[in-house]
C-alpha cells in the first residue's frame, strides 16, 4: 500500500501567484481531509470530502483557497492569489469512513512557502 | 467555542513514564484520539477512546474522563525514539462533525 501520496512536496512560489497542491487517498478509502499546518496555529482542518462530496469547508481561510474532489482517488487544494501569510505545511489524509473511529491516514505533507 | 488544551512542552527521562493531557470545551463529541508527529514528517494515529476509560496499545495508553472533560495519553518505558509532538482530536458531534486538534505537546525525552 502507498500510502496517502501528496505533491508537490516543496513549493516555493512569490505571492499573487496560483499555487495547486494534489493528493491520492488510499484506495478503498471515501473521506479525505485537508489540514494546514503551522508554529502559530497548529494543526487546522480546512475542508473534508466524503465519498467526493465537501462535507465541512469551513475551515478554509477565504475565497482564495478552493479544494476539489473530482473522483474517489484525487483531490486538489488551490489557492488563488497567494499570500506570504498561506507559507505552511499543508497536509492531506484519508479514512475508510467518516466515522469518528475511523483512523486518518496523513500523506507526507507539501512544504508551501510564498515568499 | 470550542477547544482543545494541552501542554505545549513535557520533558521525561528515558526508560520513565510520562502523561500529557488534553482539557476540552466542546458541547458533544464522539470520542478522543491522539496522534504522533515526528520532526518534518506526517501525523500517525496513535489510539481512540469512544468510552470512558483505559485504552491500552503496548507502551501507549490512552484515558478519557467525559465528566471531567478531560483525558490523557501515557507513555511508559520510554525510549528516545518517542520524542516527537503529540496531539489530541475530537470529532464534534454536530451537523458539521467539525474535527479539532490541540496545539500539540512536544515531548523532550533526556538519556
Known amino acids: 500500500d502507498a500510502g496517502v501520496i501528496q505533491s508537490p512536496r516543496h513549493e516555493v512560489t512569490e505571492m499573487g501567484q496560483e499555487v495547486t497542491l494534489r493528493c491520492k487517498p488510499i484506495?478503498?478509502?471515501?473521506?479525505l481531509f485537508w489540514y494546514r499546518q503551522t508554529m502559530m496555529r497548529g494543526l487546522e482542518l480546512l475542508i473534508y470530502?466524503?465519498?467526493?462530496?465537501?462535507?465541512?469547508d469551513s475551515g478554509m481561510p477565504e475565497d482564495r483557497f478552493s479544494a476539489k474532489m473530482p473522483n474517489a482517488s484525487f483531490s486538489t487544494l488551490k489557492i488563488q492569489p497567494s499570500e506570504p501569510r498561506d507559507s505552511a505545511v499543508y497536509f492531506c489524509?484519508?479514512?475508510?469512513?467518516?466515522?469518528?473511529?475511523?483512523?486518518?491516514?496523513f500523506g507526507p505533507g507539501t512544504r508551501l512557502t510564498v515568499l | 467555542g470550542q477547544s482543545l488544551e494541552q501542554p505545549s512542552e513535557v520533558t521525561a527521562v528515558e526508560g520513565a513514564i510520562v502523561q500529557i493531557n488534553c482539557t476540552y470545551q466542546?458541547?458533544?463529541?464522539?470520542?478522543l484520539s491522539w496522534y504522533q508527529q515526528h520532526d518534518g514528517g506526517a501525523p500517525t494515529f496513535l489510539s481512540y477512546?469512544?468510552?470512558?476509560g483505559l485504552e491500552e496499545t503496548g507502551r501507549f495508553s490512552s484515558f478519557l474522563s467525559r465528566s471531567d472533560s478531560y483525558g490523557y495519553l501515557l507513555l511508559q518505558e520510554l525510549q528516545m525514539k518517542d520524542s516527537a509532538s503529540y496531539f489530541c482530536?475530537?470529532?464534534?458531534?454536530?451537523?458539521?462533525?467539525?474535527?479539532?486538534f490541540g496545539k500539540g505537546t512536544r515531548l523532550h525525552i533526556l538519556p
Open positions: 466542546t458541547s458533544g463529541f464522539y470520542g
Open positions: 477512546n469512544g468510552l470512558d
Open positions: 482530536a475530537v470529532r464534534e458531534a454536530r451537523r458539521d462533525d467539525k474535527i479539532i
Open positions: 484506495s478503498g478509502h471515501n473521506s
Open positions: 470530502f466524503n465519498n467526493n462530496v465537501p462535507i465541512d
Open positions: 489524509a484519508s479514512s475508510f469512513g467518516s466515522a469518528s473511529t475511523d483512523t486518518q491516514y
